[in-house]
């Protein structure tokens, strides 16, 4: 008896799909080139010429995913915002270093490739990328039977970035005194959601109902939710041309408490005044209905606050002006002050 020929469609591999997938998203990749970028999507390796105008230039890489906001995302069939997301956790966290966001790759790996919920996420990182001034040169789509579950998918991200070397962000320099500003947040961003997923089951809401309005427009509570992580790349870089920043703290997991730590020098602290912003409503939802400590929002959620900046204080007018007039909404939320022992080096009263 003659067995039966297999292909990779029978293991669950469907190559057709992988090839339409790419085709799908070349005219995404291709709105985000700049210069630099010495290849398109498809080769066996991406290639970016480091830009000319640095004289010491000096990489700086981050990676990160979403987090089980995906999970969500999979529930709510939301898949068109959460490529934003990925691209902003890693350019964020590599611009609080002083680095101008170069080329970002990503990895998207499923169970069965489903082509339309793969081109909305791409689409979306495509987008991330574009208002980063980031090109999207390169990716992985994997397609694993057995691994996922149906209409579900993981998602990484990488991101590579260029500074100066005598140009190096580090909060060496911060002082007592220096001023602290916050800048907001878009919403819970994509940290926490495993605490927001609990808060959802144990509450049990209706997201679709009305929630809360932002800019003029109404908002679903899954719309708050799902909202994506906000971009600080263009005014933050337009920022440190114009003056002198000491340091910067991307407000993602561990809060407000535990971030601001990681740019401060011995000796020093921040102190936050909780007053000085608007918490969002989303926030004060999650803490009511989870119950949540007060300390624990900090430590766990931005709660309102997605970048903090420190500057000299006589730097502080004009950067807060700078800010504003590109659209952000950044005050003076705190102060850096003298640290006694083993004193918190940031604390939120």
């Not at 966001?101 to 990182?125: E, H, R, W």
């Not at 997923?197 to 144990?202: D, S």
């Not at 950044?330 to 006694?340: D, H, K, L, N, W």
Request: aromatic share 6%; net charge negative; hydrophobic share 45%.
């Amino acid at each position: 008896m003659t067995q039966q020929s297999l292909s990779y469609r029978d293991a669950g591999v469907d190559i057709d799909a992988g090839d339409a997938l790419v085709d799908r998203i070349k005219p995404f990749a291709k709105k985000t080139l700049r210069d630099g970028v010495l290849g398109g999507i498809g080769g066996f390796g991406a290639l970016f010429e480091v830009p000319k105008k640095y004289r010491e230039p000096v990489l700086v890489s981050g990676t990160d995913g979403v987090g089980t906001k995906l999970k969500l995302a999979f529930e709510l069939n939301r898949h068109a915002t959460v490529g934003i997301d990925l691209v902003a956790m890693s350019v964020n966290d590599i611009l609080v270093q002083g680095a101008e966001p170069l080329f970002f790759l990503d990895y998207f790996a499923c169970g069965k490739l489903d082509v339309d919920t793969a081109a909305a996420v791409v689409q979306g990182i495509a987008k991330g990328c574009e208002l980063s001034g980031c090109a999207l040169i390169g990716g992985e789509t994997a397609e694993m039977p057995g691994m996922y579950p149906a209409g579900e998918y993981d998602l990484a991200g990488f991101a590579v970035g260029v500074v100066e070397k005598s140009k190096i962000i580090d909060g060496s320099t911060i002082v007592p005194g220096d001023a602290v500003i916050g800048i907001a947040s878009s919403g819970a961003h994509s940290n926490g959601y495993s605490l927001v997923r609990k808060i959802i089951e144990r509450a049990k809401p209706d997201l679709d109902a009305p929630f809360d309005e932002v800019d003029g427009k109404a908002r679903t509570l899954a719309d708050a939710i799902m909202a994506p992580t906000h971009l600080y790349v263009k005014p933050l870089l337009a920022l440190m041309q114009a003056l002198p920043v000491k340091g910067m703290a991307h407000i993602t997991g561990g809060g407000l408490t535990e971030n601001v730590p990681r740019v401060l020098p011995e000796g020093v602290k921040a102190v936050l005044q909780k007053s000085a912003w608007q918490r969002p409503k989303l926030f004060d939802w999650l803490q009511k209905e989870g119950g949540v400590a007060e300390a624990e929002m900090h430590r766990v959620f931005n709660c309102g606050i997605g970048m903090v900046v420190v500057v000299a204080r006589e730097h502080l007018a004009e950067a807060l002006a700078q800010l504003q007039a590109a659209g952000e909404k950044a005050v003076e939320i705190g102060a850096i002050e003298v640290r006694q022992g083993d004193e918190a080096q940031t604390i939120v009263i």
